[in-house]
């Protein structure tokens, strides 16, 4: 029950008083209410204004006084709760309680010599309970803290946003399709593309059992070939001319270059959009537009693959992967390129996900588009 400052006067010497700002609450208050009713009164709980927390205690409130008030009073081991407006040692000398409670903490620090003269003018019985388990002030300063690192992260997310260059289609040119650069052989020629692909098309055609795919960002088109040779009818959009060059002939004629960001309109529907490899090599805000571009295409899956952020401290964590390939210019942790998929509509497919990522190497995404 919450009682006002006039109703305290009629449970002298019939409560536990309890006191403190709780702000915000946690298992410690639980414990400390719970031990304060053990004693054998009805426990009263004086609860400090959210004044006293911005001046006295010199922090923000987390929760209002009027949510701290209906929290505590929900409590089974407290049957009064009071927002104390004046002092604590006003509060003391109205109620005149039984016992009045305090932390451990209290007995080494000292209670303020003016209710310790209340207390003993009553004849109130102090009460100090070995039950400190955190603190507010602790959570409080934590979240602050992390508030912090979140304000400079996003920052350096706002920094990074707003200067990166986007990398020309020129450059996605034969050499870097089949040039020597590349670690391990790891061109994309039809030969080489086989054996690295080994059995991702099949597994394609056996998870997502397509009818027609697209292939967003589909380089020279050797999965698309793959899929053709499966029987699937297959298409591909990419914004490098040297892609649709170097494609094998059975299928080029199905690529159009033409901007990932920007939907094309091919004139039929894709059960299956693919995007393998291709997010790493855009802008935030290029990946932004793709992933709406991505969803538009679909009539019913997704399937992605691209390198996340290796360490991510927060959602908005970013880096570059330019050691691999100099235009891996962003990687985004994993949650935040799932949020961008789901906020279009694409509900996550973790079952999909790991029978598509039979490497092992956590780079697969799965979505299934929300029928509305």
């Given at each position: 029950m919450i009682?006002?400052?006039?109703?305290?006067a009629?449970h002298?010497?019939?409560?536990?008083m309890?006191d403190g700002?709780?702000?915000?609450?946690?298992?410690g208050h639980l414990?400390?209410?719970?031990?304060a009713?053990?004693?054998?009164?009805?426990v009263l709980c004086?609860?400090?204004?959210?004044?006293y927390?911005r001046h006295?205690?010199?922090?923000p409130?987390?929760l209002?006084?009027?949510?701290r008030l209906?929290?505590i009073?929900?409590i089974?081991?407290?049957?009064y709760?009071?927002?104390?407006?004046?002092?604590?040692r006003?509060?003391?000398r109205?109620?005149?309680p039984?016992?009045y409670v305090?932390g451990v903490?209290?007995l080494k620090?000292?209670?303020?010599?003016?209710?310790?003269e209340?207390?003993?003018?009553y004849?109130i019985?102090?009460v100090y309970l070995n039950?400190?388990?955190?603190?507010?002030?602790n959570v409080?300063?934590?979240?602050?803290k992390?508030?912090?690192v979140?304000n400079r992260?996003m920052?350096?997310?706002?920094k990074?946003?707003?200067s990166q260059?986007?990398?020309?289609?020129?450059?996605?040119?034969?050499h870097?399709?089949q040039?020597?650069w590349?670690d391990?052989?790891n061109?994309?020629?039809?030969e080489r593309?086989?054996?690295?692909?080994?059995?991702?098309?099949?597994n394609i055609?056996e998870v997502f059992?397509p009818?027609r795919?697209l292939?967003?960002g589909?380089?020279p088109?050797?999965?698309m070939?793959?899929?053709y040779e499966?029987?699937i009818?297959?298409?591909?959009?990419d914004?490098?001319p040297?892609a649709?060059?170097l494609?094998p002939?059975?299928?080029?004629?199905?690529?159009?270059?033409a901007p990932?960001?920007?939907y094309h309109e091919f004139?039929m529907?894709?059960?299956?959009?693919?995007c393998r490899?291709l997010?790493e090599?855009?802008?935030?805000?290029q990946?932004?537009?793709?992933?709406?571009?991505?969803?538009d295409y679909t009539?019913k899956?997704?399937?992605v693959?691209?390198?996340?952020?290796?360490s991510?401290?927060?959602?908005l964590?970013?880096?570059?992967?330019?050691k691999?390939d100099p235009?891996?210019?962003?990687?985004?942790?994993?949650?935040?390129?799932?949020?961008?998929?789901?906020?279009?509509g694409?509900?996550p497919?973790?079952d999909?996900?790991?029978?598509?990522d039979?490497k092992?190497l956590?780079r697969v995404?799965?979505f299934?588009?929300?029928?509305?």
């Amino acid at each position: 029950m919450i009682v006002d400052y006039s109703e305290l006067a009629r449970h002298k010497n019939g409560v536990t008083m309890v006191d403190g700002c709780f702000d915000p609450l946690h298992e410690g208050h639980l414990k400390y209410f719970e031990v304060a009713r053990s004693l054998g009164y009805p426990v009263l709980c004086n609860v400090q204004s959210d004044e006293y927390i911005r001046h006295r205690k010199a922090r923000p409130v987390v929760l209002p006084a009027p949510q701290r008030l209906k929290l505590i009073d929900s409590i089974e081991h407290i049957s009064y709760v009071h927002l104390c407006r004046t002092s604590t040692r006003d509060v003391l000398r109205k109620l005149r309680p039984a016992k009045y409670v305090k932390g451990v903490d209290w007995l080494k620090r000292g209670l303020p010599e003016e209710e310790k003269e209340v207390c003993q003018k009553y004849g109130i019985d102090i009460v100090y309970l070995n039950t400190n388990i955190g603190s507010s002030t602790n959570v409080v300063e934590k979240f602050i803290k992390e508030l912090n690192v979140m304000n400079r992260d996003m920052e350096r997310f706002e920094k990074i946003l707003f200067s990166q260059k986007e990398i020309e289609p020129q450059h996605y040119d034969e050499h870097y399709f089949q040039g020597d650069w590349r670690d391990g052989a790891n061109d994309y020629s039809i030969e080489r593309r086989r054996q690295i692909e080994a059995r991702n098309p099949v597994n394609i055609k056996e998870v997502f059992r397509p009818r027609r795919v697209l292939d967003v960002g589909c380089g020279p088109g050797a999965l698309m070939y793959f899929l053709y040779e499966l029987g699937i009818e297959s298409y591909g959009i990419d914004f490098s001319p040297a892609a649709k060059q170097l494609a094998p002939e059975q299928i080029r004629n199905n690529i159009v270059v033409a901007p990932v960001t920007e939907y094309h309109e091919f004139g039929m529907e894709f059960d299956l959009v693919i995007c393998r490899e291709l997010l790493e090599h855009l802008t935030v805000l290029q990946i932004r537009k793709t992933i709406k571009v991505l969803a538009d295409y679909t009539s019913k899956y997704l399937y992605v693959t691209t390198r996340f952020h290796p360490s991510p401290r927060g959602l908005l964590d970013i880096t570059d992967d330019r050691k691999t390939d100099p235009t891996h210019i962003t990687l985004l942790s994993k949650d935040f390129i799932k949020l961008l998929f789901m906020l279009e509509g694409l509900r996550p497919r973790p079952d999909l996900e790991e029978r598509m990522d039979w490497k092992k190497l956590g780079r697969v995404l799965v979505f299934e588009k929300v029928q509305s």
